[in-house]
């Protein structure tokens, strides 16, 4: 029930992801968030404290802060499951705006980069559970060329990506 009443006050949602940008976009609105994937983290006597994301985290420095970019590894997509996870959640609430009811949206994630061959089911995964993490009541992951917010529709997405 509670859900429902989330799903009214949240928009449908496309989370493009790449090592240098997350780009959080509403369908049927111009309402979007860029920023660069940067998280700075805080060690306290209370434990860690994040500080800042994005650019502002960028400009941050001291010895007990810590910066880091969660989608930033070698060999996987994701380096930090929890400091990505917080950026989204960052992204979908500052969308959103509402600090009363927290918004519950349909999320199609696609990844841009690393997905030579596909992905893995532990990478579909890990994406899945970012966005469930961050928010979203139902997730699709996408792959394949940009998707145009005002041509297309999270519902045509979703029949797409079923069909494959």
């Not at 949602?13 to 660069?36: H, P, R, Y």
């Not at 994040?50 to 941050?60: H, R, T, V």
């Not at 910066?67 to 990505?84: E, G, Q, T, W, Y």
């Not at 996870?85 to 690393?114: A, C, D, F």
């Amino acid at each position: 029930m509670f859900t429902f009443l989330r799903s009214l006050f949240s928009n449908d949602l496309l989370i493009e992801l790449s090592e240098n940008k997350v780009s959080i976009k509403a369908f049927t609105s111009d309402i979007s968030f860029e920023e660069e994937p940067y998280i700075a983290i805080e060690n306290t006597k209370k434990g860690e404290v994040i500080k800042a994301i994005g650019k502002n985290a960028k400009s941050l420095s001291a010895p007990n802060i810590r910066i880091l970019n969660p989608f930033k590894h070698n060999r996987s997509f994701v380096a930090d499951f929890m400091c990505a996870e917080k950026i989204l959640q960052h992204g979908i609430y500052t969308m959103h705006n509402n600090p009363i009811i927290r918004p519950s949206p349909r999320v199609i994630v696609h990844q841009l980069e690393k997905t030579d061959g596909g992905l893995t089911d532990i990478e579909e995964r890990v994406l899945r559970e970012l966005a469930m993490g961050a928010g979203a009541r139902e997730v699709v992951i996408y792959l394949g060329c940009k998707i145009n917010i005002n041509v297309e529709n999270f519902d045509a997405v979703k029949s797409r990506v079923s069909a494959t």
